[in-house]
């Protein structure tokens, strides 16, 4: 009977592991890939996207996805394949509602050097062809996008007039499941010169979007609620903050409760909560003192209001740091990390955590490395890849699987480990 036991335990020992590397993309068709990212949902089906060189045809940069059923990854190209277009910047998301999935990207024609917003959709079995969001005659670029539990999405991103002045505003388009709305009927959220646009959407479809006051780099943010008319449903653009920021984050719970994350220009880490029942953001809570430069500040929020924030501190030595909120007070941030080049484990979706407020960090180096949070401590950090990684990310959903991927930097392929268990180890 206890020899037994023990192999049942090794058993169940072994489910609950990161899966060795995969690779991702297809070495007879691309290379050089990049600006990896992917999305898991609740039903531990997932998304990867990335953008590479075509190899087979036109020496285009193009968009690929590769999806996961639950047990393989199936690779495929999005983006079109013409020498007058090349793609970049891509975003997914993912919907446990027949496990659709949603990914956009920016096109840059060649001739007008103008970009245009760009996605497709994914009905559970195939991809669409792609499609333009945005008005084909302005210059629109860094979109985003997330999902509901019902298949429902927004999309947002930056326009820039093409005359002068060039003033920016963002933008947003709906998803209704099956089709989005005309690029005619897409939601004009503000003219605060705004830029680097941010999304976060709950289960029910609430979403606050977050951006930047390029005039004064002041965070601004709307919100919107799904129970209104679309162009009734956004609210007017307010602070977050009144003084200069960068390198935002974002976050929202099933309560509409909202966390938000910054770089002030004293170079503090600064979190800050929206309160749905007052329509408005509490006051600036710094996590760090401003004697260091701060990158990459990421925060991840579940529907019991606990939240981790994690950052990378550049100086002589530079390190991930992390802080967690445990619902009334944020604790003090500590390093979860040996000594890393910032530029290799900079990623603003490095940051992932589940419903009982267990979480995980990745990032790139010499080595790809991860660091779960569980039952309320900082495990060791361990190794997903030992091969050099850049730009890794993480996606977690609320019963603690997880997928990451990253770019491998020796190779220039981008590749995937998965952990389908809860909590993380």
Not at 74 to 93: H, Q
Not at 348 to 370: A, H
Not at 393 to 404: I, L, P, Q, R
């Amino acid at each position: 009977m206890k020899k037994f036991i023990i192999f049942l335990l090794l058993i169940v020992q072994n489910l609950y592991t990161w899966t060795s590397p995969e690779t991702l993309t297809d070495s007879d068709l691309e290379s050089d890939a990049q600006n990896s990212c992917c999305a898991v949902n609740n039903n531990f089906k997932a998304v990867a996207t990335w953008r590479s060189t075509n190899k087979s045809g036109v020496e285009k940069t193009r968009i690929a996805v590769s999806y996961y059923d639950g047990s393989s990854w199936t690779r495929s190209w999005l983006s079109i394949e013409d020498s007058n277009f090349s793609a970049y910047n891509p975003e997914v998301a993912i919907s446990d509602y027949n496990n659709t999935a949603i990914v956009v990207w920016e096109l840059r024609n060649s001739s007008t050097a103008y970009y245009t917003v760009q996605a497709a959709f994914y009905n559970g079995s195939s991809w669409s062809s792609a499609i333009t969001l945005s008005e084909p005659s302005l210059n629109t670029k860094l979109p985003k996008v997330a999902m509901d539990e019902n298949g429902n999405a927004i999309s947002v991103w930056r326009m820039q007039n093409t005359t002068s002045p060039y003033t920016r505003s963002i933008k947003a388009n709906y998803f209704n499941g099956s089709s989005w709305l005309l690029p005619g009927d897409v939601y004009h959220i503000g003219d605060s010169n705004g830029t680097q646009p941010k999304i976060a959407m709950n289960s029910e479809g609430n979403t606050m979007v977050l951006f930047e006051d390029n005039s004064f780099d002041y965070p601004i943010s709307s919100f919107y609620n799904h129970n209104l008319a679309w162009a009734s449903a956004w609210s007017t653009p307010q602070l977050v903050n009144s003084t200069s920021a960068s390198y935002y984050s974002l976050a929202i719970n099933s309560d509409n409760v909202s966390f938000a994350i910054w770089k002030n220009s004293s170079d503090f880490v600064q979190v800050s909560a929206y309160d749905p029942d007052t329509t408005s953001w509490g006051t600036p809570e710094s996590l760090t003192s401003g004697d260091t430069i701060i990158w990459s500040p990421n925060i991840s929020l579940n529907n019991s209001e606990k939240a981790i924030a994690a950052w990378i501190k550049c100086d002589t030595n530079s390190y991930v740091l992390a802080a967690n909120y445990n619902g009334s007070v944020w604790s003090s941030s500590s390093a979860v990390s040996g000594a890393v080049d910032p530029r290799l484990a900079q990623s603003y979706d490095m940051l992932s955590m589940d419903s009982s407020g267990n979480g995980i960090i990745v990032w790139g180096d010499t080595d790809v490395r991860r660091v779960a949070y569980n039952s309320g401590s900082w495990e060791s950090s361990a190794q997903l890849s030992s091969s050099a990684g850049a730009l890794a990310t993480v996606s977690m959903n609320e019963s603690g699987s997880a997928v990451s991927v990253w770019e491998d930097t020796t190779s220039g392929t981008i590749q995937t480990s998965l952990d389908e268990q809860s909590p993380p180890i």
